[in-house]
């Protein structure tokens, strides 16, 4: 196509037209010559050239794109429409511009969540190595399996280690320390990720074995936020837990980790090191042209080496390794409840489309004799239809622009209500930002929803029968048996899909309320959990970390309104720790081991603080140190799991068998068994814990737990904890000379976070299903309103013929509440088959719970006669009079 | 009676016009009125150049870039747009004239003797 015929249209037609003339001119010339008088010539010369405008036209039209044009002529005309109708319009363009707003909210975290990819460069090709059991895989992993995967050079490019969360670490030195997120790291880490180095550089293989040397390497927003961007930071040194740590460089500001760092040191590990501990995570990029499979391959038989090295324990029969994608692996299981939401904002959308469509057909019954006429003008059945869905359309598109804004704006305010660790949103969900997915998302919705709700209306209206619409007199006489029709089958839809999305917010409430019952076996009320990291020399042995916990708690103790304080390396319902154990003089059978548990390290008095009850035994005591023989205390489901018959407290326990030199250590007592605790969230039953004194710890142990984990002090006073927080946070910096305190929360916030996922889907489905029963009762009342204008007429010859009142208003009634029950009736089918995509979700209560599903369509069905009650009332007071003289 | 043209005067098929119209300005520069009656002379009359095609034939053929134009004045002194051949418009000609000439042969071929 030559775009030089669409320019300068107008001149060339100018010219065209003295071409004609002169054409004509030399035509007139030609006649006359041959002898034609002149009047003669000029009409000859006319009639061979035809119509010279038709000419033009052709040429005008051969210069145009025809389509354009009839579209911009079809939208002036659809605006003008609209703009009559103001009231239609708004409504119309509000209910899309709702659904499209939250449908754009819900994609925009699934767009961030789900499809963005990783922003690491060429992130296909970084895998997440992990461990495989009979029960599943997971990540982590210890030094000798990181070793060997090191060494795997003809699968992997760059094998490297990475702290899960990191303890945290405290810079010292200047007026305030702070603690920060410092992240242990191998050396080939930024290298792997694609990290860029905006100064210095990152650590050298030498640095990053054991005896490296203190060196660190900054974030961006660490360099900018405490160094003030200082350019002659590397070489410098900084104090990190009273050491000095030299700056080797600074990484630049795009390089975003999922679990964000403030900077990050070398793990040095002894790669002749045994310790079979798993306490980081590896990741690794393959060789172009590895394929996940291939190093899975691979992977297969380094197992087997795995275990000619280290011995057979060191792996269990059945046990081995793969990769898993890292972004599958960020994802998680995000996957599920998004589609699920997902699913259930389209609802919120057919719903729209739905009442839309309603809306549209009552419009285009109003404007049968329009249609009418323009078909008789010789409109064909197309360029109707076209105007129509032209004007569906504009009304979709205005709505989707309004909804793209609503639907940012609403994004913001749904992380606000703290959904609960979604992955890869970024801090505050900064990493969801505007764009081309998210525009062609809503465009694409948009353009779908304006062609649904459009469709239909646009079809039935361009169905006219001429001589009848243009011959009635009025618009009163009916709609039409098939749009009315229509409209019923839509109503029904709504209904239908209203009665899904309700049932499933009302498991979802249902669930909440259940995990809100739940007794999570120790005491939340005005109990502050505080962590304190201890890193650093100072803290590699048992002694000192003993010594800060018995001074600590003195001083805390010593604030008025405490009443109890209590330590431990595991912070309740956010995780902890697990680890092997024999039971001595035990047969094991198969297994190398008797069994696995939770394993707590605590203070003597961290049961009385939680309040945790103490059922058999007793409890430990301030005298159970390094001096004291071991003891160890069980929970009641290990003693179940493990003592089904016989008692644990005549029973010794060994920790942590075979599990490396930092678990060495004798057998320990059973001492106690204590109340369960829903330490995984109270959606989980209790798993079996053992709890030893943490000033009984090996030293290589406590060396181990210092790196991994802070301490968490657990503070119960006769007030608000949080009145507290001065003079608390003096106390342990006081004792512990001058560490930092973090994370201060109250173990009811701790207990929020945990449910915050439930309660995120529980708040939007219930927004969601609220949005449809609304617009249901909107389209059922539209509906009914509606019909009884149209049969005035009918409702009058009634009366007149001797209907009662209240025989008109059942009628009514009856008719609505057949649409309602069809509808619900095909609700409850689609939920049946529905809800068990929430099964994962609940707790406490079946996917076809009868309350939820008997419950509902009382609901529905109640607020649908609410909706039916005014237009029947109406119904009642038609007058037979004038019903008949409007004809 | 002028229009001395047989009954049979034919409609010039469709897509033929715009090289009848090359072929005709290879002779030199035409306006409109004279193409048209170049095409009628030299067919003998046999084909007929609807005027109303004419027109928006010369503007395509121009917004192709096969001819040129210019104002100018004719042997009646009138004013008249002169049309040009471009020597694109020569490799169009040469193009559609060979298509065209394949194309009467096999037609040709297949009538058989009956054309003769």
Redesign the interface.
């Known amino acids: 196509m ?1 775009a ?2 669409f320019v300068d249209r107008s001149r ?1 037609d100018q ?2 037209a ?3 003339e ?2 004509l ?3 007139r ?3 006359m010559a ?1 002898g ?1 008088a002149a009047d003669e010539s000029r009409r ?1 010369a006319n009639v ?4 010279a405008r ?2 033009r036209e ?2 005008w039209r ?2 145009s794109l025809p389509w354009i044009e009839d579209l911009w002529r079809d939208l002036r005309f659809a605006l003008r429409a609209l703009a009559k109708t103001p009231g239609f319009a708004t409504v119309a363009v509000l209910l899309i511009a709702v659904a499209i707003g939250v449908n754009t909210s819900v994609f925009s975290v699934t767009d961030a969540v789900l499809l963005k990819p990783l922003t690491y460069p060429d992130p296909q090709a970084l895998v997440e190595l992990r461990n495989l059991s009979p029960q599943g895989s997971f990540p982590g992993a210890n030094i000798p399996k990181f070793n060997l995967w090191h060494q795997q050079t003809s699968i992997f490019q760059q094998v490297a280690a990475y702290d899960f969360g990191g303890s945290g670490l405290n810079i010292t030195g200047g007026d305030h320390p702070q603690q920060v997120q410092g992240i242990h790291v191998s050396a080939d880490y930024f290298a792997m990720f694609g990290a860029p180095v905006i100064a210095g550089r990152t650590f050298t293989a030498a640095e990053d074995s054991p005896h490296g040397g203190n060196v660190t390497v900054l974030s961006y927003g660490l360099w900018k936020n405490r160094y003030g961007a200082n350019p002659h930071i590397v070489g410098s040194t900084i104090q990190l837990d009273g050491q000095a740590y030299l700056v080797v460089g600074v990484i630049g500001r795009g390089f975003v980790t999922d679990t964000p760092a403030d900077l990050w040191v070398p793990f040095q590990f002894d790669l002749n090191s045994k310790d079979m501990a798993h306490y980081f995570t590896v990741a690794a990029r393959l060789k172009p042209g590895i394929t996940a499979p291939q190093a899975n391959a691979q992977l297969r038989l380094s197992a087997d080496q795995f275990r000619r090295l280290y011995g057979a324990d060191s792996l269990p029969p059945g046990a081995g390794f793969s990769v898993v994608s890292l972004q599958e692996s960020s994802i998680g299981d995000m996957r599920t409840p998004l589609f699920v939401l997902l699913g259930a904002v389209g609802f919120v959308l057919l719903i729209a489309c739905a009442n839309v469509a309603n809306l549209l057909l009552a419009r285009a019954a109003a404007r049968k004799r329009e249609f009418a006429t323009r078909a008789a003008l010789g409109a064909g059945r197309g360029q109707i239809i076209r105007q129509l869905l032209i004007e569906s359309l504009t009304l979709s598109l205005s709505g989707g622009a309004i909804g793209l804004i609503l639907g940012f704006a609403g994004v913001r305010l749904l992380l606000r209500i703290n959904p609960g660790n979604i992955p890869r949103i970024g801090e505050d969900g900064s990493a969801i930002t505007l764009d081309p997915n998210i525009l062609l998302f809503t465009l694409g919705i948009s353009v779908l929803t304006g062609l649904i709700f459009g469709l239909i209306p646009a079809i039935s209206a361009s169905r006219p029968n001429l001589a009848a619409a243009l011959n009635e007199n009025g618009s009163r006489s009916g709609m039409g048996v098939r749009s009315g029709k229509l409209r019923s089958v839509l109503v029904m839809g709504e209904m239908a899909l209203t009665v899904v999305l309700v049932i499933g917010a009302g498991l979802l409430i249902r669930t909440f309320l259940n995990l809100q019952s739940v007794d999570p076996g120790f005491a939340m009320h005005n109990v502050m959990s505080m962590a304190m990291s201890v890193s650093g020399d100072r803290f590699q042995k048992t002694g000192p970390v003993a010594q800060v916990i018995r001074d600590g708690s003195d001083r805390l103790l010593a604030i008025p309104g405490v009443l109890d304080v209590g330590v431990s390396n595991c912070l309740p319902m956010a995780g902890g720790f697990g680890m092997i154990f024999d039971v001595v003089g035990r047969p094991k059978g198969n297994s190398p081991f008797t069994g696995g548990a939770g394993f707590y390290s605590t203070s003597w008095s961290y049961f009385s603080t939680l309040k945790i009850p103490l059922l058999r035994g007793r409890s430990f005591a301030k005298q159970d140190d390094s001096t004291a023989p071991g003891v160890v205390i069980i929970n009641e489901a290990m003693a179940r799991r493990y003592w089904p018959k016989g008692d644990p407290l005549k029973d010794k326990i060994v920790i942590g068998p075979g599990a490396g030199p930092a678990f060495a250590e004798g057998p320990r007592q059973v001492i106690g068994i204590v109340g369960d605790t829903h330490d995984g969230g109270p959606n989980r039953e209790p798993f079996p814990i053992m709890f030893i004194p943490l000033a009984q710890m090996p030293d290589l142990e406590t060396a181990l737990n210092s790196r991994v984990a802070p301490l968490y002090w657990f503070v119960r006073s006769q007030v608000d904890p949080r009145t507290l927080v001065t003079p608390m946070s003096a106390a342990l910096r006081d004792a512990s000379g001058g560490l930092p305190i973090a994370h201060m929360r109250t173990m009811e916030e701790v207990e929020a976070r945990n449910v915050a996922r439930q309660r995120f889907n529980m708040l939007l489905l219930s927004v969601f299903g609220s949005a449809g029963l609304l617009m249901a009762a909107i389209g059922i009342y539209g509906v009914m309103s509606y019909s009884i204008e149209q049969r005035t007429q009918e409702l009058g010859v009634r009366m007149a013929l001797g209907a009662q009142a209240s025989n008109l208003r059942n009628m009514v009634i009856r008719q609505g509440m057949i649409l309602t029950l069809i509808g619900v009736a095909i609700g409850i089918g689609g939920a049946f088959w529905l809800t068990h995509f929430l099964a994962s979700f609940l707790f406490g209560v079946k996917p076809l719970d009868p309350v939820a599903f008997i419950a509902t369509p009382i609901l529905l069905s109640a607020i649908a006669l609410a909706s039916i009650w005014s237009p029947a009332l109406r119904a009642t007071r038609v007058d037979p009079m004038t019903a008949l003289r409007i004809e | 009676m002028v229009m001395n043209r047989p009954p049979d005067a034919g409609e010039i098929l469709q897509g033929t016009l715009d090289m009848l119209i090359l072929r005709t300005l290879v002779l030199g520069p035409a306006h409109g009125h004279t193409i048209a009656e170049a095409i009628e002379r030299t067919s003998e009359n046999a084909l007929e150049v609807e005027q109303g095609s004419l027109y928006p034939a010369l503007h395509r053929l121009e917004d192709r870039g096969w001819l040129s134009s210019e104002w100018g004045v004719s042997e009646n002194n009138r004013k008249a747009k002169y049309y040009q051949l471009t020597s694109k418009g020569r490799k169009e000609l040469a193009a559609a004239a060979g298509r065209w000439r394949r194309m009467t042969h096999a037609i040709g071929l297949i009538l058989g003797e009956s054309f003769e």
């Open positions: 030559n030089r015929r060339k010219e065209l003295e071409e004609i002169s054409h001119a030399h035509e010339d030609a006649n041959r034609l000859r061979r050239f035809g119509n038709t000419t052709r040429v051969y210069r």
